[in-house]
């Protein structure tokens, strides 16, 4: 008996209509967040400001209908010397976020935020940048 393994062209993973590379848009200040859904159910976040990358969180996701679940796991920052530091953590990420994705590349997440003043209502904006 012979048997051939299957070449994979493709990561390894279930695909979602999250799946790739978004941009935030609307940011000032020289302010910059990528997010990225893997394959799988990976997710990470990277913030950067003028004077590159500030943090990076990383952590699963999971999507039912239009219910966004993101748990972070991992989060990276950037030390006053210049340092990054990595600390496990245990915290979710768009709270009761509800998604939509528009003309195929536009991302809009709507989700509870909490600034000093208590629950906010937020709306973020992404470009997509890359499929995976």
Request: charged share 25%.
């Amino acid at each position: 008996m012979i048997s051939c393994k299957k070449d994979r062209t493709e990561p390894d993973g279930k695909k979602d209509v999250l799946t790739g590379a978004w941009q935030e848009s609307g940011l000032t200040g020289g302010f910059a967040r990528l997010v990225v859904f893997e394959p799988g159910g990976g997710f990470s976040l990277k913030a950067s400001d003028k004077e590159g990358l500030l943090t990076t969180l990383s952590g699963k996701y999971t999507i039912e209908g239009d219910n966004l679940k993101v748990s972070i796991t991992e989060q990276t920052e950037r030390q006053a010397n210049g340092s990054m530091l990595k600390t496990t953590v245990n915290t979710k990420l768009y709270e009761n976020g509800k998604f939509l994705i528009t003309y195929l590349s536009i991302l809009t997440i709507n989700h509870i935020t909490y600034p000093a003043d208590g629950p906010v209502s937020t709306i973020s904006k992404f470009n997509k940048i890359l499929p995976l």
